[in-house]
């Protein structure tokens, strides 16, 4: 079946500029995260989605960052007035449920440039 | 709060050689569980191998198998008979049953496989 798919795979935006990136879950799939990772580091965890609630946001770094997923299935993070730290690989997974023994699914991720 | 910690930076191991990569935790939660995802340069997470904490044995799968010493908080992976496809960052990561099952990732430890 197909697996979690993220669009678009490279973005460049020029600072100042707003972008949104979206993310298409394992069909399904109730848990939906987002991560941001920078060069030669770990991913680190940016908001949580259950179905269509936004439990967790506490690791959205600003409020210029903003995720939804209001069908309980895509979803899209948007970074309003976009600065260079915001350069990263945007990262989405996906799990079919709720608890700790399930694997995470992730997307090929977004390559977000910041000029 | 919890911490993942990977020391190791980065190794270079010969074809055919077994390596462990050195992954150390820190968490109140009594349960939770250890993921290791291998990264390429591609950039795709893959999942490898899950440790859950009330885990009597230690996981294995195919040539990757997970040293879980509980007391000591630490959990390494260990890949048998390299290979030039193994060449790759990999990543330790803890989800917890207080933090809705989101990843704390480690920094990662780039393997390099040479012949």
């Known amino acids: 079946g197909a697996g979690v798919s993220q669009s678009p795979r490279y973005k460049v935006a020029k600072r100042g500029q707003d972008v949104a990136l979206r993310c298409d879950p394992i069909s399904g799939h109730v848990s939906l995260f987002w991560y941001q990772q920078a060069l030669g580091q770990g991913p680190e965890f940016l908001t949580y989605f259950q179905n269509e609630a936004q439990l967790d946001k506490s690791g959205l770094p600003s409020d210029r960052f903003f995720a939804e997923r209001p069908e309980g299935s895509v979803s899209t993070l948007k970074i309003q007035r976009t600065q260079q730290e915001d350069s990263a690989v945007y990262l989405c997974?996906?799990?079919?449920?709720?608890?700790?023994?399930?694997?995470?699914?992730f997307g090929p991720g977004t390559r977000l440039t910041v000029t | 709060a919890q911490k993942i910690t990977q020391t190791q930076p980065g190794m270079f191991v010969q074809e055919k050689e077994a390596v462990t990569l050195d992954c150390t935790y820190d968490t109140s939660d009594p349960s939770y569980g250890l993921f290791w995802y291998k990264q390429p340069s591609s950039g795709e997470m893959i999942f490898l191998i899950y440790?859950?904490?009330?885990?009597?044995q230690n996981a294995t799968e195919g040539r990757y198998s997970l040293n879980f010493q509980k007391a000591r908080k630490s959990a390494n992976l260990v890949i048998s008979a390299s290979q030039l496809g193994d060449s790759a960052m990999y990543f330790c990561?803890?989800?917890?049953?207080?933090?809705?099952?989101?990843?704390?990732f480690g920094a990662g430890t780039q393997v390099v496989v040479t012949p």
């Open positions: 440790q859950g904490s009330y885990d009597q």
């Open positions: 997974a996906s799990s079919p449920a709720v608890g700790i023994s399930y694997e995470q699914y």
């Open positions: 990561a803890m989800r917890a049953t207080d933090s809705w099952g989101k990843f704390q």
